[in-house]
């Protein structure tokens, strides 16, 4: 199920996308009840003022 | 969690009417101090043990427990000797009530275009929060551009669920066919960019997905210091990722790095809430300006990116894809 994406097209110079590889059907049966449950909250929280170091989750 | 804590620390001092509750009830070894010749004293207390009291109350007990109205008949029965010229007075006083922690966000109910979203990056499964805005296709969600790539790898598994609550995905799963960021956030994690479109599937009976659930406008190149309101569903503590939530305030910029051109409005919303949608005024109606983005620990505001040129190009391609 965890198929790569095709690589990143650049749309022009300031925008890049991808097409993802996968169907729509293998997608809605990836997330389960408890996939959904378990998946991490994503966040970026700056540890402290003024550093630029992204505590990325 | 509190009251777990107090029970279990032992002791507690209840005042004199409880204790005469605890004491006619059978069983509490509790008597009030005694006088000593000394003026009777105002008031009474006495130190239980409190673990005691939580073993006595068995279910059968808290049943057969007789109505406090008999106690006070009894009381009366004793004698009513005090006169209204012995009330002793004092000071006006008052102490004021105590609430549990209030959140800045406000509980929500669910919007039919405001959702969660749910992707894999590398080999681990993360939840973040998406708009359906109005587009050519009929078919792109907005969310942060860290929830659609990781430096340069972009999310597979990528679905979009409108109007979630407490499990409940009354419009679908949107699975996505395409992600689109900015440049400047993909190959730099630039906080300045942080902003993604994907662009979704129809549903299994080829309906798209704003003529479904609809889609808010979107604005670029607006003036800084406007009032939003930003919505999500913040997942960690005290949130639990269930229900949806807002934020409203005046932007304001992020004095700690100026350099990002983000804007911040009073927002303690958590993790799980980043790329829910900010829109311009008060409440859902308005049209989208930017995203949750990012914010600092032990400071309760949230900041979204500056949607200029470079976010509206990446909005222009997702749409018309």
Redesign the interface.
């Known amino acids: 199920m965890q198929q790569p994406p095709s690589k990143p097209q650049p749309d022009d110079d300031s925008v890049t996308h991808v097409d993802l590889t996968q169907s729509p059907e293998e997608v809605l049966e990836y997330w389960t009840k408890e996939r959904m449950a378990e998946a991490k909250p994503r966040e970026i929280r700056l540890p402290e003022p003024g550093s630029r170091a992204a505590d990325q989750d | 969690m509190t009251r777990t804590r107090s029970l279990a620390s032992g002791l507690l001092t209840l005042s004199a009417a409880a204790v005469l509750a605890l004491a006619s009830a059978g069983g509490a070894s509790a008597a009030p101090a005694p006088s000593d010749g000394k003026p009777t004293p105002s008031v009474a207390s006495v130190t239980v043990d409190a673990g005691g009291a939580a073993d006595y109350w068995t279910p059968e007990r808290m049943q057969s427990a007789v109505p406090g109205d008999t106690l006070a008949g009894k009381a009366l029965e004793r004698g009513n000797r005090s006169s209204a010229l012995l009330v002793e007075k004092g000071k006006p006083a008052t102490t004021k009530g105590t609430k549990g922690k209030p959140t800045i966000a406000k509980s929500e109910n669910p919007v039919s275009h405001i959702g969660k979203v ?1 992707f ?1 990056m590398g ?6 929060s998406g708009n359906a805005v109005s587009s050519d296709n009929s078919s792109t969600v907005a969310t ?1 551009g ?2 659609v790539n ?1 430096s ?1 790898a ?6 979009f669920v409108p109007a979630y609550e407490n ?1 409940a995905a009354p419009y679908g ?1 949107w ?10 956030w ?2 730099k ?1 630039d ?1 300045t960019y ?1 902003t993604g479109f994907a662009v979704v ?1 129809p549903d299994a009976k080829g309906h798209l997905l704003t003529d479904v659930v609809g889609g808010s406008g979107v604005a670029f190149n607006q003036a800084r210091g406007l009032t939003y309101t930003s919505y999500g569903y ?3 503590s005290p949130f639990n ?1 269930e229900t949806l939530w807002s934020c409203t305030g005046t932007a304001t910029a992020d ?3 100026p350099q990002f051109g983000t804007q911040g409005i009073p927002c303690d919303m ?6 829910g949608p900010w829109f311009i005024g008060i409440g859902s109606d308005g049209v989208q300006n930017s995203i949750n ?5 032990r ?1 309760p505001v949230m900041y979204g990116p500056y949607w200029g ?2 976010i509206e ?2 909005y222009a ?2 749409a018309a ?1």
């Open positions: 749910f894999t080999t681990t499964n993360y939840v973040c942060a860290h929830c990781e340069g972009y999310a597979t598994n990528f679905v499990g799963k699975a996505a066919k395409a992600l689109y960021a900015p440049t400047q993909v190959s994690g906080m942080d599937n913040p997942a960690a990722g004095p700690n790095n958590t993790g799980g809430s980043s790329g983005s990012y914010g600092y620990n400071n040129s470079d190009a990446t391609n997702a894809s």
